[in-house]
């Protein structure tokens, strides 16, 4: 029996595989554009400039917008040796305040990445017409994404619910 979803559900359920098609389009053409790199300056002696600009900047679209999606399937890394050892109910509490402590981190971060982008709007690669500005907008993305997740999260715990929600539910419905 399949449940139907909600709207909501619906919208970021698309989110969700859009992200991952746009981190797995980045990966690759980050591949791509390496290999092009290689072959053209060992195989052929040719530098071509622009690639290296280029892959790193597909590098880091892949690292901000990935971490996004590692936080939805908690794969980020966490040394849990001490909370292991604590009971449920502190437990608990040390999730609340990782929470807390994650959110305010992120929150610095975007007021970073909006602050460098006002800063950077002028400032353009040197190989190809892209302005800095839109690294910092991706940061600037993933780190609200993340907060909304974590929000998500932290309101579920205080209200004594189960974690899986709606951002970060990874769960099929059918069964």
């Known amino acids: 029996m399949t449940l139907p979803l909600s ?12 992200l991952t ?10 591949l791509v554009v390496m290999a092009i790199q290689v072959i053209s300056r060992y195989a052929l002696g040719i530098a071509v400039p622009w690639t290296d600009e280029v892959s790193r900047y597909l ?3 892949e690292i901000f917008l990935g971490s996004v999606l590692a936080l939805r399937y908690q794969e980020h890394i ?3 040796v001490v909370t292991d050892l604590l009971p449920p109910s502190l437990q608990q509490a040390a999730a609340i ?7 305010l981190v992120l929150l610095m971060i ?6 460098m982008m006002g800063r950077t709007a002028g400032v353009f690669a040197s190989t190809f017409d892209m302005s800095f500005a839109w690294l910092y907008l991706m940061q600037l993305l993933a780190a609200a994404l993340m907060v909304a997740m974590l929000v998500e999260s932290l309101i579920a715990r205080l209200l004594g619910k189960p974690s899986r929600t709606l951002l970060t539910d990874r769960v099929s419905r059918s069964e």
């Open 7 to 18: 709207p909501a559900a619906r919208i970021f359920q698309t989110l969700w595989r859009l």
């Open 21 to 30: 098609i746009i981190v797995v389009a980045a990966f690759t053409m980050m």
């Open 59 to 61: 590098f880091l679209t």
């Open 78 to 80: 966490r040394i849990t």
């Open 97 to 103: 305040i990782a929470d807390l402590i994650s959110i």
């Open 110 to 115: 975007m007021g970073g990445a909006f602050n």
